[in-house]
């Protein structure tokens, strides 16, 4: 089959065009990706992320996946700059605010919030020019929340062969490369990180699998022709191993989240 990376001799798209891909599959987003595990926002709110009264923001919060799942005794707020996904979010977390923005321009004064979160994109920002945003509309105490959900091929035998065929893993969605951690570390707005790591599975359906796997950046902008090959190659090698017509599928995910507080704010 054809990969779904670039050819040699093609333009590979840049960063920007990566992340900007999400907003033509928006729908796919919402129906395929799954949101976050509980241990996650139990460990965070044990750091005092989700104090009652606290200031909550989701940044590039997407079609709003951690957002519905974020404590009611906080002030949610969100931030999105892709139409499509900001449209997503009203419909399916219609009591929270999204705005139209970016990590690099967050549209809040100084100071805002008591908890900024960011799940499955900081590797998508400029990363020292966004973490001094974070640093400014936070708050004195605050802190900084990072997660991602990762696929544990390792968990699967068709999972591993899904995500070595069609390139689905790559560098800049691997959240434990060392370079995010190395930018938050050299940021001296903030302290050290805290790290923790949960393996769970997602109980969902072939359909919704499809859309995940469309839903990724470097499937969503091949060709139609290329893309639709890429879909059809990954229903195969899931019904190679879990049986013809299999409809509902045990996706397995390795989830790792960070901490980060203001300097001076253990």
């Known amino acids: 089959m054809t990969a779904p ?4 001799t093609e333009r590979k798209p840049t960063r920007t065009e990566l992340a900007g891909s999400f907003d033509a599959i928006a729908a796919a ?3 395929g990706r799954p949101e976050y595990p509980d241990a996650v926002l139990d460990w965070w709110d044990e750091l005092g992320a989700f104090e009652p009264g606290h200031l909550v923001l989701d940044l ?3 079609t709003g996946k951690l ?8 002030e949610l707020h969100a931030v999105e700059p892709l139409a499509n996904m900001r449209s997503e979010f009203v419909a399916a977390v219609p009591d929270v605010d999204v705005l139209d923005g970016t990590a690099e321009q967050i549209p809040y004064p100084d100071d805002t919030f008591d908890t900024v979160l960011v799940a499955q994109a900081f590797h998508w920002f400029d990363q020292d020019i966004a973490l001094d945003e974070i640093a400014r509309v936070l708050k004195p105490g605050g802190g900084l929340g990072l997660v991602w959900n990762e696929d544990d091929s390792a ?8 995500v070595d065929e069609n390139c689905l893993v790559a560098a800049s969605t691997t959240s434990t490369e060392r370079p995010v951690v190395e930018a938050l570390a050299r940021h001296d707005a903030f302290g050290s990180a805290e790290e923790m790591e949960h393996r769970w599975e997602f109980d969902t359906t072939i359909e919704r699998v499809l859309a995940d796997v469309l839903s990724r950046s470097s499937v969503s902008l091949l060709p139609p022709q290329q893309c639709l090959a890429v879909l059809t190659r990954t229903r195969e090698l899931i019904e190679a191993d879990l049986g013809a017509g299999v409809e509902s599928v045990a996706y397995p995910y390795r ?3 960070f901490w980060v507080p203001v300097a001076g704010c253990l």
């Open 29 to 31: 987003y919402e129906l």
């Open 67 to 74: 957002t519905r799942l974020l404590p009611i005794v906080c």
């Open 5 to 8: 990376m670039s050819g040699p």
């Open 255 to 257: 989830t790792v989240a």
């Open 60 to 62: 590039a919060a997407g």
């Open 155 to 162: 968990a699967a035998p068709w999972l591993a062969k899904v």
